[in-house]
């Protein structure tokens, strides 16, 4: 059964604390990518990663990390310094160029109090 | 589930009857759309995508129409059903790795 796996699917964090988000695809797609979802907006690129060991930057990735050692596994690390971070977050994977469409995973519902 | 998009805008349809969903794009540049469907709780699916040498493509029940001149995108969705209630993105990409999402609409259908 191929796709694209996110886990938990519900998350719960004291403030201070850093999480890693797991996600893991079985597509063989060079391309990853997490987005944060807030309500009321569309989705915001955090990370994204080109091909194993490459990752760039996206449009919030300010008290994120992340890692891609691995073709099939990208997760993210919400850090202690990442103001506000209860959001939706949702990984996708891609073919990468040529090929634009992304495939996502359930998300992860992360709440910190 | 999962609640997003809670001050979204909403398009209400009689089980039936076809939606029009629209989207306006901003970058003149982008040269591929596509359409999104996200149901509460769930990552975002795609349904069909447009590239902008094209005005109008069709899928099973669905038809995604692209205006360049005024940078503007709509999903019409023929006999709307009650499955199909969730909130649709339009996603442009100007060729690269990064695509960029639109807010979204939230779809009711009434039975």
């Known amino acids: 059964d191929g796709g694209i796996t996110q886990s938990p699917k519900y998350l719960f964090r004291k403030e201070g604390q850093n999480v890693t988000l797991s996600c893991e695809q079985n597509?063989?797609?060079?391309?990853m990518y997490w987005y944060r979802q807030d309500p009321g907006q569309g989705l915001r690129l955090i990370y994204y990663?080109?091909?194993?060991?490459?990752?760039q930057k996206g449009d919030i990735a300010e008290g994120y990390s992340v890692s891609r050692e691995k073709k099939e596994s990208f997760p993210l690390t919400v850090t202690s310094a990442q103001k506000n971070p209860t959001a939706f977050y949702l990984c996708?994977?891609?073919?990468?160029?040529?090929?634009?469409?992304?495939?996502f995973g359930p998300g992860t519902r992360l709440t910190v109090t | 589930g999962e609640s997003v998009g809670l001050h979204l805008p909403t398009l209400s349809v009689q089980e039936g009857d076809n939606s029009i969903i629209n989207c306006a794009y901003s970058n003149s540049a982008s040269d591929y759309f596509i359409w999104y469907k996200q149901e509460s709780g769930k990552g975002p699916q795609f349904i069909i995508d447009i590239r902008s040498n094209m005005d109008k493509r069709q899928g099973q029940r669905v038809t995604v129409l692209l205006n360049k001149t005024v940078k503007h995108l709509s999903l019409q969705i023929a006999a709307t059903q009650p499955g199909d209630s969730a909130v649709y993105f339009c996603a442009e990409n100007t060729g690269g790795f990064k695509t960029i999402f639109g807010a979204g609409t939230r779809l009711f259908v009434k039975a």
């Open positions: 990663s080109q091909i194993v060991n490459d990752f």
């Open positions: 597509l063989n797609h060079d391309a």
């Open positions: 996708a994977s891609g073919r990468g160029q040529d090929s634009y469409e992304q495939y």
